[in-house]
Nanobody
Framework: VQLQASGGGSVLAGGYLRLSCVASGSFFSINGMGWYRQAPGKQRELVAGISRGAFANYGGFVKGRFTISRDNAKNTVYLQMNSLKPEDTAIYYC??????????????WGQGTQLTVSS
């Protein structure tokens, strides 16, 4: 599976942005999808995850500002980010847990998209 993320960029604090990530390739099913982020000098952390049945969970820092959603027909996951803060500045990575045609459970990462929030 290949994951192509898009939608990153530079915004002012208080602004909003939507990330998208499309999965392509050979697979039986895409199960969980999610977004992680990594700021300079920090560990990668979970931003949000969503199951195939649309059950979502969020990192504690989100506090209602972000919404994750997915379109199973398009193999796409979205992250709507509102009320952005400078501390949200990071590279955002898309992640997918999927089953390959042999029903092996595998994990894929996208290439990352940069978000910069300035005050």
């Amino acid at each position: 599976v290949q994951l192509q993320a898009s939608g990153g960029g530079s915004v002012l604090a208080g602004g909003y942005l939507r990330l998208s990530c499309v999965a392509s390739g050979s697979f039986f099913s895409i199960n969980g999808m999610g977004w992680y982020r990594q700021a300079p000098g920090k560990q990668r952390e979970l931003v949000a995850g969503i199951s195939r049945g649309a059950f979502a969970n969020y990192g504690g820092f989100v506090k209602g500002r972000f919404t994750i959603s997915r379109d199973n027909a398009k193999n796409t996951v979205y992250l709507q980010m509102n009320s952005l803060k400078p501390e949200d500045t990071a590279i955002y990575y898309c992640n997918a847990l999927y089953s390959d045609p042999g029903l092996r459970q595998l994990n894929a990462w996208g290439q990352g998209t940069q978000l910069t929030v300035s005050s």
